[in-house]
RNA sequence: CGGGGUGUAGCACAGUUGGCUAGUGCGCCGCGUUUGGGACGCGGAGGUCCCCAGUUCAAGUCUGGGCACCCCGACCA
């Protein structure tokens, strides 16, 4: 185990602190090839949470999960114009299989929308099998210039649902429905609070009628697009002949959409939160809970601390006891504050005599006196507190990092300045997004569905405008 | 794809005008003493010095070529 005495501060640079934590915490370390990266089992642990919680979610919805497989023919990839045009720079492609040059090419899944509607074309023939509603776990390849641990990988493990419906309007629910389950998510869960609203015609999916995004906002003010739920209307349903005939006998299209979370979402939860000491991780995602120490490696001194956990394991917590004996206890605090475990209960002589417990948040560093008969209780009361004061924290955070900006002037003094989120009046003429995108490096990060209609001119070139966009520094 | 940087033990690095058996710290293994905020002693294991070619009596060190990764920008979940 090796860890190193020292970390950068994240207080200063932030962007060093990450990939240090990241390395340090044994989240993830870089694998072999360009762009890729391991994932290690502490990492993986808070994936397999978040598969948990959100596969509950989506099939509460009677989302069915399935598999579609990595190599989609590059032909069936080309048949929609929008996302080829969209997906074509960062596609990898095989050419070669088995040592011979293939007859056709295999494109390996930046997402499965070609593959699955493929499917989907052969499914339906009636109304009366629709919906369908698909949900995989998968990997997908993007051949990014640029990479970051978790943010932006190469190859990148998410969920992609797909789902295709007899009306518009039943697709919509289910782009909102999907929306708001990663809500749900990211709030409750995660403690990441965010913006909904929808993309600007240039940011958003590939081949999508209207895309709707999870912006967040990291600590150096720049946004994360969090995950997205695409309305896809009837575009790849006409590329792929996806159609069936209604109670009138009528022929018609599916209406589809797609939506995905990935594993950037543990780069945003890493981003953040945490602190100079180390990362810090919400309960409820946390793979360990609770750790317990025991001061010195002796009995009867162990023997109280594993009672103790199982008490807490038995309640359903995530309990760890270490008790590495050649580890000092100043190590191993040290240790698990960098892993960013949300509480740990220190057991000497006086608590075992006294029956009082010392938690120490990790929060907060404050130190709660637990009674070991309601120990479960007032642990579970203590999660709770840590959950929605990280929360909390996070939102004012976002609350004091979003500005109005009512003059061009004003917003460029804001980019380069705090930057942060801007709500800004935009005309939504592409040619004026990438003109401020050029100017200023902020690009629209959404408009949220409830805005209201207001009667003002562009921030960016002074034309009418009706809606106040987010803006931001996009990752 | 542009700019910069780095490749030497698991990790971080040092290695002089080319020179003898390639080093230091951390980590790792063994034994002992330790343990209330990053313990210590003694002993030990661990090397394709990124790869290829060249110069030389001699290359980690010099030359040429290649590869890889990281960081900063433009593109992206």
Redesign the pocket.
Known sequence: ???????PKRSEDL??W??AIV?QAELAE????????IIRPYGYAIWEEIQRQLDQKIKADGVENAYFPLFIPEALFNREKEHVE?FS??LAIVTIGGGEELSEKLAIRP?SETIICESFSRWVQSWRDLPIKINQWAN?V?W?????????????L?QEGHTIHATHEEAWGMVLKAMENYTTLYQEVMAMPGIVGR?SE?????GADV?L?YESLMAEGKA?????SHDLGQNFARAFDIAFQDRTGGRQYVWQTSW?L???AI?GLIMLHGDD??LKLPPRIAPIQVVILP????EP?LEFSRSAADQLSQAGFRVKVDD????????????W??KGVPI?I????????SGDL?A?RRDT?EVVSIRLGSLVNQIQELLDQVQNSMYAEAERFLQENTREANSYQEFKDIMTGPRGFIRALWCEDAACE?KI??ET?A?TRCLPLDAPEENGTCIGCGKPAKHRWYFGQ??
Not at 30 to 37: C, D, E, I, L, R
Not at 147 to 156: D, K, Q
Not at 202 to 206: N, P, Q, S, V
Not at 324 to 335: C, F, H, P
């Open positions: 185990m090796a860890y190193n005495k020292t970390l962007s060093q990450y990939n390395l870089y694998g072999p090839a360009k762009g890729t990266m969209g720079p960062e997402t997908v993007r990014e210039k640029r990479t970051y641990m978790f943010l932006r990988t190469s190859e990148f998410w993309k240039t940011e958003k999916f590939a895309t995004t994360l697009q969090s995950c997205t995905g990935s594993t950037r780069g000491r180390g001061v010195r490696n002796e001194l590495r004996e050649d580890e000092s206890l100043g190590r191993r605090i040290n240790k504050e960098v740990r220190e057991i000497g002589q006086r608590e075992m005599e010392k120490v560093g990438a995108k050029e490096k690009t996009a990752y």
